[in-house]
């Protein structure tokens, strides 16, 4: 495949649209932010944005069949995603489509879907630093990205995080006051790549920074279809030597 995906970037857009303060930072939404940093960093790449309100919540089947990576921001209003909707995109994830899950959509339908547990986490708001140490060296996630990437203000998660065993662990986060956790996760699920990464709390300008910008990008080439797009199939029909 190409370095050079078409990307929409998914988000309920309800904390920008009706709390000022966040507003403030994320003026064109934090689906905005997170889609021009995608375009900067990725020129040759398709980028388009999806939002809870619109109609199928701007996920047709149309559109995710010409998605390669879907990015998922989600805190407030998880309850509101159709669950057709999230059959139609763990669908399109098994079938090969990837999937970025950033901060709170930890807590998203469509990624409590895909992992089978809860993926419930200690977490507590008080703008504590958090340091993102890279535990995977050479993943491509983790390329020109600074090691360790400290964010001097964010929102503090903690384990136990309950999420299966990853298939890479790419970063673990420390905060002052003591906690840890598994902030970069890699999953796969059918033919799909899954990314969980945790910085992104609305309330910190997070999806302005340069550092930030650079691990969405990696993810975005690393998600991105390793193949032809198609649900797994077996057949079920024996095989001609087994009947002779």
Not at 64 to 85: N, P, Q, R, S
Not at 120 to 149: F, K, Q, Y
Request: glycine share 10%; proline share 7%; hydrophobic share 40%.
């Amino acid at each position: 495949m190409t370095d050079a995906p078409r990307i929409t970037v998914w988000n309920e857009n309800v904390h920008e649209r009706h709390e000022a303060p966040i507003a403030a930072i994320y003026p064109d939404g934090i689906h905005g932010a997170i889609a021009e940093g995608l375009r900067a960093s990725l020129p040759d790449a398709t980028v388009v944005t999806a939002t809870l309100e619109q109609p199928e919540h701007g996920l047709t089947d149309a559109r995710l069949a010409e998605t390669d990576v879907l990015f998922w921001w989600g805190h407030g209003a998880h309850d509101e995603v159709d669950e057709a909707i999230v059959e139609r995109v763990a669908e399109h994830v098994l079938s090969g489509m990837g999937l970025v899950v950033l901060h709170s959509g930890h807590f998203s339908r469509i990624f409590i879907r895909l992992m089978g547990t809860t993926c419930s986490l200690r977490w507590r708001d008080d703008g504590d630093r958090e340091v993102l140490w890279n535990v995977a060296p050479g993943h491509p996630i983790t390329a020109g990205v600074p090691d360790p990437l400290v964010l001097g203000e964010h929102e503090t998660y903690g384990e136990f995080f309950d999420v299966p065993p990853p298939d890479d662990l790419v970063f673990v986060s420390n905060f002052s006051g003591g906690e840890v956790f598994r902030s970069g996760l890699t999953y796969r699920r059918g033919r799909g790549r899954i990314f969980y990464f945790s910085p992104g709390d609305q309330k910190y300008p997070i999806y302005h920074r340069a550092d930030i910008r650079r691990v969405l990008a990696n993810a975005a080439v690393w998600a991105q279809p390793q193949s032809p797009r198609e649900l797994p199939t077996v057949s079920h029909r024996p095989r001609e030597w087994f009947t002779g």
